[in-house]
């Protein structure tokens, strides 16, 4: 038990990522007095710009997007009562192999003790409680998500300030209810083949069930924020009312402990409150 305001650090890689893993935990936190901090990696810009435009194609001017996503960003941050929003504003790698991953100031080519000094420092200057950010497959495999995995692993390290730190997951029962839903919504969604490992975990390697229920429109509303991206935001596709019912448990796999909390949990502040 401490007097000191408990604290979140969520580190993610792009706008509107904040919303999606961690937009329910993010609310939740907030309601109950524990002090928000979210990390945002890169500006975003190759994400797609007004109109549904694309990287490269005629139109998208990535630093127009810039400005657009970071307006969303600030609404979602908003809506889920984010404290702090700090911006390490590394230029979007784009999708692996995409010749964004090595141009000159783009989040993968930057050197990961370079960005994890910078988060070393915010760190220190929130000394989180919790951090939470991805595996080291960036979740799917994006290249801004695994440096933002390692990263954050980097200055845990060199800080070790952090009771306790998560990696964003999903059940791989959920994502298969997900799968068929979003097919049944007439979604592109292909089918994993034994070359493309399912995404998310079995739900035995699973530690920590979050349930966010009350927060699912708040969590709803963040993604809607993000409104430039909304194409390729494939949960708002099923509308609120579906997404409140099967969007109400956010999963972790804790990866750091100094608690001593038991396993599997339901609080990311087990053993700290």
């Not at 706008?15 to 928000?36: H, M, N, W």
Request: net charge negative.
């Amino acid at each position: 038990m401490t007097d000191r305001r408990l604290t979140l650090m969520a580190v993610h890689a792009h706008p509107d990522d904040e919303a999606s893993s961690t937009g329910g935990v993010l609310a939740k936190a907030a309601a109950e007095g524990i002090r928000t901090v979210l990390v945002t990696c890169t500006d975003g810009r190759c994400g797609d710009g007004p109109g549904g435009v694309k990287p490269g194609e005629p139109g998208h001017d990535p630093e127009a997007v810039v400005e657009l996503r970071r307006g969303e960003l600030e609404k979602s941050c908003a809506v889920l009562g984010v404290d702090h929003l700090e911006l390490l504003e590394y230029a979007d790698s784009g999708m692996m192999g995409w010749p964004q991953n090595d141009e000159p100031g783009s989040f993968w080519n930057t050197p990961v003790s370079e960005a994890a000094a910078r988060l070393a420092e915010l760190m220190r200057r929130y000394e989180p409680d919790v951090v939470v950010s991805y595996d080291d497959n960036g979740f799917y495999g994006h290249p801004d998500h695994i440096q933002a995995h390692r990263i954050t692993m980097a200055a845990v390290a060199e800080t070790g300030l952090p009771a306790k730190v998560y990696w964003t997951t999903a059940p791989q029962s959920g994502m298969r209810e997900m799968r068929r839903i979003m097919l049944e919504l007439g979604a592109d969604w292909d089918e994993p083949d034994d070359e493309t490992p399912e995404i998310g975990l079995p739900d035995e390697q699973i530690t920590t069930w979050v349930d966010t229920s009350a927060f699912s429109e708040q969590k709803y509303d963040s993604l809607a924020a993000h409104a430039s991206q909304e194409e390729s935001i494939f949960f708002l596709q099923m509308g609120k009312d579906k997404f409140t019912e099967l969007m109400g448990v956010e999963t972790f796999v804790r990866v750091h402990d100094t608690t001593g909390a038991p396993l599997p949990e339901d609080d990311l502040f087990a053993g700290l409150r």
